[in-house]
């Protein structure tokens, strides 16, 4: 019989199985948007170089790690009943390089820019909404203008939300049930005892 209390695509009548309605607490998107900008350039200022790197460096890659930030953000109500959302976004970038001697490094760097976006604004609540952000940063044309400094062109993708932590009323089916793990493979240890003691003739 099939395992029906396990994630999947639902088979039939939707409402078989509902067994209870659970308070489940949750970030609620209100609105969000993505942004895709290709080969825009950048002038990345490096930290953290180690010392033991010997110049001349060569660029080989930036992408973007950690929390993506938006700050200064300024908020004004339009008359569609949206809002102007205004902010700037800070990236932060981890630079890859080889120096003189051929070793590889890293070096760390930011991308900041002002972005303006149109949002449906939650109205006033005791729980407040707040901004979320994502971007997904890659380079790999690049050349160092200095020590500690490298003008790249890159792309990103960035997404932004308006998130309220809310407490929503959900139906459910109950618990998960998970089935029993399938191993991939023979281990090595078996396939090595099933060789034969001999080769065939």
Same mark, same amino acid.
């Given at each position: 019989m099939a395992n029906t209390l396990r994630a999947g695509r639902i088979a039939g009548d939707p409402t078989r199985g509902l067994c209870e309605r659970?308070?489940?607490e949750a970030a609620r998107v209100f609105d969000g948007c993505r942004e895709t900008v290709n080969n825009q350039n950048y002038v990345l200022e490096l930290n953290g170089i180690p010392p033991q790197a010997v110049?001349?460096?060569?660029?080989v890659e930036a992408v973007n790690y950690g929390e993506t930030l938006i700050e200064? #953000?300024?908020v004004v109500s339009l008359d569609s009943?949206?809002?102007r959302v205004s902010g700037d976004i800070i990236i932060p970038v981890i630079v890859t390089f080889t120096d003189s001697l051929s070793n590889t490094?890293?070096?760390?760097s930011t991308i900041r820019f002002h972005r303006d976006f149109v949002l449906n604004i939650p109205n006033r609540s005791i729980v407040p909404y707040k901004l979320e952000v994502f971007a997904a940063f890659i380079s790999r044309i690049g050349n160092f203008i200095g020590e500690n400094a490298v003008s790249v062109s890159g792309c990103y993708t960035?997404?932004?939300?308006?998130? #309220?932590m809310t407490d929503i009323l959900v139906p459910i089916y109950g618990n998960c049930v998970y089935p029993d793990c399938v191993e991939c493979g023979r281990g090595v240890c078996n396939?090595?005892?099933s060789l034969p003691l001999?080769?065939?003739v």
């Open positions: 659970i308070c489940i110049a001349p460096f060569t660029f200064n #953000v300024s009943g949206k809002s490094y890293t070096a760390a960035l997404v932004v939300k308006v998130i #309220v396939e090595f005892t001999f080769p065939d």
